[in-house]
């Protein structure tokens, strides 16, 4: 017994190491390249959008992404620039991320070594590494679904449950985890069950699950505590009525009616499946090219030979895994927007499945060619070992990217915005387009304090209600048109990154 007991410790040991180190490993290498401070690149135009949220205390845009904004509140006791501090958050889940990621490969069994490089291999992955440097939601989202499929491995009903809710919290779009929690036999509770005691204690009354005699007292329970989870995660949606939010440029949640327009999202219903159908040849083109260089053709072929090969091993998982990963990916493909492809981060941590089940059977492949007196004796060179090539991964995934996604020299955004609105007449009305301008300008406004003289409007926000009373209570005045703010006052206007004042 005690030496079992230290079997299980040093497993327990190595898994904290290897994990800890990957994560360590992701965390520094985002850390180098991270932006500075707020950043128009990698789609991250919303980023002002957030930091202002942060700051403010204001809500972000629909539908409020609670969790992620609990955690941007948090980072702001960081000293410096609200932006860089926003910017480490993403940092830092996204190198979680990682660290679940090597903890499930080993869980999956790869070795210590492979694990890691599986591991550094999604995190390095240009997309996912582009969204860990900058603030936006994506890297969050990941981080929460990669702890989510942690507690599915570990048979967690709750923690199963709660992970998911916060991811949903965090991005909607992480609903389409969906189709992996309950094609996996609904192994997110049902796994719990097949633990369950069996002794004097247990029910008598069982059921067949997939073949297998669950007690149904506990099939129940787990199931409870999932949607108990769930029911937690998703409750922080609630926390904009509670404090009745509002009349804030996003929408006003102090009555029943309005927060449910907030939270779910109805300014953007239209925009999901709207692509014209003669753009979708090009989307597609895109979205092809955009997953082709994550992993490197290497890569690339190591997740289809691990499809294959996982699906001989257990069908019913890798339906589930490509009904997930599949409806993400045709959803992102029809949302009309030019940045929706950002969307597959939240669920790219997925994809650690399929690479462990390719390395495993490329290390099998090699081993047996090593062995086998039919094969020529390159087989038997050190480089072709499987763990080997495993590791060249993410090391070229790195000589690949650095230079394009190296955002430590990025200032482009904060210096225009600063500039902008140091241009400024004193007391001007400055008039603003695109959410691009208008994010970047209530950053340096309302987050860094610069200007509380300057009145900002958005010519895109007012159209809605709430707005217009919240700019009317700003300013003590009510107009009809957004031109009439300005009164005897200067009034400017961006046009083309350009401050023009009359």
């Excluded at 690149?41 to 942060?54: L, P």
């Excluded at 002794?199 to 329970?221: E, I, K, L, M």
């Amino acid at each position: 017994m005690q030496r079992l007991n230290c079997r299980k410790l040093s497993s327990k040991f190595q898994a904290f190491l290897v994990s800890g180190v990957s994560g360590a490993l992701a965390l520094t290498v985002y850390l180098l390249t991270l932006a500075p401070s707020l950043t128009w690149a990698h789609w991250g135009a919303d980023g002002g959008d957030f930091i202002t949220a942060a700051v403010t205390g204001r809500l972000p845009h629909p539908p409020g992404f609670p969790f992620y904004m609990l955690l941007a509140r948090m980072m702001l006791w960081l000293p410096g620039d609200p932006a860089r501090a926003l910017n480490a958050l993403s940092a830092g889940m996204a190198a979680l991320a990682v660290m679940a990621l090597a903890w499930i490969a080993l869980r999956r069994g790869a070795g210590p070594v492979m694990a890691a490089a599986l591991a550094l291999t999604v995190g390095f992955a240009p997309l996912f590494w582009s969204q860990s440097l900058i603030t936006e939601v994506h890297a969050a989202a990941a981080a929460c679904v990669a702890l989510t499929l942690v507690a599915v491995e570990a048979r967690s009903a709750f923690g199963a449950g709660l992970g998911w809710g916060l991811a949903l919290a965090v991005h909607p779009t992480t609903i389409f985890l969906a189709p992996w929690l309950l094609g996996r036999g609904a192994d997110a509770p049902r796994r719990a069950f097949l633990d369950a005691p069996r002794g004097a204690s247990a029910p008598r009354q069982t059921r067949q699950s997939w073949g297998t005699d669950v007690p149904c007292r506990a099939y129940v329970q787990a199931y409870v505590q999932f949607v108990v989870g769930l029911a937690l995660g998703l409750s922080l949606y609630a926390l904009p009525l509670l404090r009745g939010a509002g009349p804030e440029p996003w929408g006003d949640a102090r009555t029943l009616a309005g927060w449910l327009e907030f939270s779910t999202a109805r300014l953007y219903w239209g925009y999901a499946f709207a692509l014209p159908l003669v753009e979708w040849p090009g989307r597609i083109v895109a979205w092809a090219a955009l997953l082709a260089r994550q992993f490197t053709p290497v890569g690339a072929l190591l997740v289809l030979y691990g499809l294959t090969r996982w699906a001989r091993r257990a069908p019913g998982e890798v339906l589930g895994w490509l009904a997930a990963w599949g409806a993400l990916n045709v959803y992102a493909i029809g949302y009309a927007t030019h940045d929706s492809l950002v969307y597959l981060v939240g669920l790219l941590p997925l994809m650690i499945y399929p690479l462990v089940e390719g390395a495993r059977g490329m290390m099998v492949f090699i081993t047996e060619a090593q062995s086998s007196r039919r094969f020529f004796a390159i087989c038997h060179l050190p480089f072709l070992r499987a763990s080997v090539v495993i590791v060249l991964l993410p090391l070229a995934l790195l000589a690949l990217n650095w230079g394009a996604l190296d955002l430590s020299r990025d200032t482009e955004a904060a210096m225009w915005a600063r500039t902008t609105l140091a241009q400024a007449p004193p007391e001007a009305v400055v008039l603003v387009a695109g959410d691009r301008h208008t994010f970047a300008l209530w950053y340096a406004q309302d987050a860094l304090a610069l200007r509380p003289d300057v009145l900002l409007i958005s010519r895109n926000f007012w159209s809605q209600p709430a707005y217009r009373e919240f700019l009317a209570q700003h300013a003590g005045v009510t107009v009809a048109e957004p031109e009439e703010f300005a009164g005897v006052r200067p009034l400017c206007e961006v046009e083309e990154e350009v401050l023009r004042c009359q």
